[in-house]
């Protein structure tokens, strides 16, 4: 299948400061990619949805200020969390769309995991 | 996107068919039935996906029913290597279309 590449996968940081993750298709164009979050224990939660070229649209909820989004290539997305506070400590994870034969996959990133102290 | 229901949890031996099954009743026309799942610390890994005929890879068999309010998932030999949870997730194949995550089913492979 399709790779995705997400780096780093995990950071520790120091409260109020910033993490950049990126995820990159290697070996496909990726014009969608989306971005999740996921507390211990629970299931995926959609953050945003990532667009190459345009602004991100966000789910209900997530603070487009604090999850910055840039998606300038067809290869690569990258979620920054802003000002990092201990509540944001989570596993996040990408995903991005392949297209062959009228049928749709997603495939995701192996997630990073961020512990901000 | 439709909602699914999945058991919450479920144990299989090893060596064994797993059948995990999933209820769609609200499932429209136009949307696939997808299961993924996720082992610990790691991103979702596509499994299969279907919309009406069953399907068949070198993972796992997707049998949907003919009134494809339900499906199930089989592992025809489960490993250890299997314990992860599984989601079922019914979407529409449209371009950009999200994957909405429910709770999915924990399975756990044991000897």
């Known amino acids: 299948g399709a790779v995705v590449s997400q780096h780093p996968s995990w950071v520790i940081c120091k409260s109020g400061t910033s993490v950049k993750i990126e995820c990159r298709s290697l070996d496909f164009q990726a014009t969608t990619m989306f971005w999740y979050r996921q507390f211990p224990k629970q299931s995926l939660m959609l953050m945003a949805t990532?667009?190459?070229?345009?602004?991100?649209?966000?789910e209900q909820g997530v603070e487009k200020d604090k999850f910055l989004i840039n998606h300038a290539s067809l290869t690569l997305s990258t979620l920054t969390v802003t000002s990092a506070h201990p509540e944001d400590s989570s596993f996040y994870i990408c995903s991005a769309r392949t297209v062959g034969d009228s049928n749709e996959k997603l495939f995701f990133g192996s997630g990073t995991q961020l512990s901000v102290l | 996107d439709a909602k699914t229901t999945q058991p919450p949890s479920m144990d299989c031996a090893e060596g064994r068919a797993a059948n995990l099954p999933c209820n769609h009743s609200t499932i429209s026309g136009n949307e696939y039935v997808y299961w993924y799942r996720q082992i610990h610390s790691q991103g979702p890994q596509y499994i299969i996906h279907?919309?009406?005929n069953n399907e068949t890879n070198e993972m796992a068999s997707l049998i949907i029913t003919e009134d494809r309010k339900s499906s199930t998932l089989i592992l025809p030999h489960a490993t250890l290597r299997d314990t992860a949870v599984y989601y079922c997730i019914v979407r529409v194949n449209a371009a950009g279309n999200k994957l909405t995550f429910g709770g999915g089913t924990r399975v756990l492979v044991k000897p």
């Open positions: 990532s667009n190459e070229g345009s602004k991100a649209t966000y």
């Open positions: 279907g919309l009406k």
